[in-house]
């Protein structure tokens, strides 16, 4: 859950005199996919002496996957100057062509009317499918487990 929220953290900047086109403005370098890459590599070096037999490259690709999902979901939105996937090396912002989700207000403007729909609308466009592919993905690990075993639903012969 860090991973996918750290990206935001940019927002700080604007504290800082930090313009929102900056290469560390909003949608900048944290939403890179260096950043992403970078980031799951401290929190995997973190997590190495919490749970030392975990799968280390599955638990890093998950972190990345977390990570980087945020600046491709900002990517879908339908505001602000869109999403520096290759910082710092290309300071290009890049949308997708199909931008559903509501651009979020920044600030206090979350908590206002437009904050309320952006959140419906982001119900619609990002839960309610993380919801159907979190069943589609247990549905699919049962079925995977139960062909794997062998398992059916007839007892077998002797």
């Not at 975990?54 to 600046?71: D, E, K, P, R």
């Amino acid at each position: 859950m860090i991973c996918a929220m750290a990206p935001d953290v940019d927002v700080v900047g604007f504290l800082f005199g930090i313009q929102y086109g900056d290469m560390l403005g909003h949608r900048g370098l944290s939403h890179s996919l260096l950043f992403a890459a970078a980031l799951a590599t401290l929190a995997l070096i973190r997590l190495r002496f919490a749970e030392p037999k975990a799968n280390h490259w599955q638990t890093w690709l998950f972190l990345f996957l977390a990570a980087a999902s945020h600046g491709l979901l900002d990517a879908l939105t339908d505001g602000g100057y869109g999403v520096a996937f290759f910082a710092p090396f290309d300071g290009t912002r890049y949308f997708f062509p199909f931008t559903p989700i509501a651009v979020s207000p920044i600030g206090a403007g979350f908590f206002s009317a437009r904050g309320a729909a952006v959140i419906m609308n982001e119900m619609l466009w990002v839960w309610l499918p993380s919801i159907g592919f979190f069943f589609a993905a247990l549905l699919a690990r049962a079925t995977a487990r139960a062909l794997w075993s062998g398992s059916t639903s007839r007892p077998r012969s002797r």
